[in-house]
T-cell receptor, first 114, second 112 residues
Framework: DGGITQSPKYLFRKEGQNVTLSCEQNLNHDAMYWYRQDPGQGLRLIYY???????QKGDIAEGYSVSREKKESFPLTVTSAQKNPTAFYLC?????????????FGDGTRLSIL | QKEVEQNSGPLSVPEGAIASLNCTYS??????FFWYRQYSGKSPELIMSIYSNGDKEDGRFTAQLNKASQYVSLLIRDSQPSDSATYLCAVTETDSWGKFQFGAGTQVVVTP
């Protein structure tokens, strides 16, 4: 079955530690996205990528980094510079970038501070 | 700052009734509109997309778009307890590659 796989489901970060969230899709989608969701708030865009080896900052990129070395994979690193990392992180993909393309989501990763 | 506004709810709906959810947006030239359903603790799931003025029906769901008034709505007919969830409205910005702007969502509670 085609879909978007995020791992791990739960992740705990210690002070000063970088952690990496995995996102893999087998939908052959060109575009991939990372969002952060805090309780009672909408999704906020962290980074997006429309094509391999290219990515752009979203609205809240500070303290995060990404790579897009393969079409299927778009890992997100939460660095120690992100002082409030506790949130629900969602990876999404769409067939290509563009205003009429629906985005489809993985199951998410919950990140907490130890 | 372009905004998407939704009533946070909760919207309490008797089983079998119609749930009506509204979403307003500030970007007058937005082109594409999406409704997502999000169960508690889960990720958003696409329900409907709508691109032109008027109504679009899919099963028990109807999306309504009025670009002149800058609102999009979602009707859920014959509401079921399984419809209890938060519904997110997403609007794309037209001065970019198609970035989504999400509302904070409306919580719907269907009571038996």
């Amino acid at each position: 079955d085609g879909g978007i796989t995020q791992s791990p489901k739960y992740l705990f970060r210690k002070e000063g530690q970088n952690v990496t969230l995995s996102c893999e899709q087998n939908l052959n989608h060109d575009a991939m996205y990372w969002y952060r969701q805090d309780p009672g708030q909408g999704l906020r865009l962290i980074y997006y990528s429309q094509i391999v080896n290219d990515f752009q900052k979203g609205d809240i990129a500070e303290g995060y980094s990404v790579s897009r070395e393969k079409k299927e994979s778009f890992p997100l690193t939460v660095t120690s510079a992100q002082k409030n990392p506790t949130a629900f992180y969602l990876c999404a993909s769409s067939r290509r970038g563009g205003s009429n393309q629906p985005q489809h989501f993985g199951d998410g990763t919950r990140l907490s501070i130890l | 700052q372009k905004e998407v506004e939704q009533n946070s709810g909760p919207l309490s709906v008797p089983e079998g009734a119609i749930a009506s959810l509204n979403c307003t947006y500030s970007d007058r030239v937005s082109q594409s509109f999406f409704w997502y359903r999000q169960y508690s603790g889960k990720s958003p799931e696409l329900i409907m997309s709508i691109y032109s003025n008027g109504d679009k029906e899919d099963g028990r769901f109807t999306a309504q778009l009025n670009k002149a008034s800058q609102y999009v709505s979602l009707l859920i007919r014959d509401s079921q307890p399984s419809d209890s969830a938060t519904y997110l409205c997403a609007v794309t910005e037209t001065d970019s590659w198609g970035k989504f702007q999400f509302g904070a969502g409306t919580q719907v509670v269907v009571t038996p």
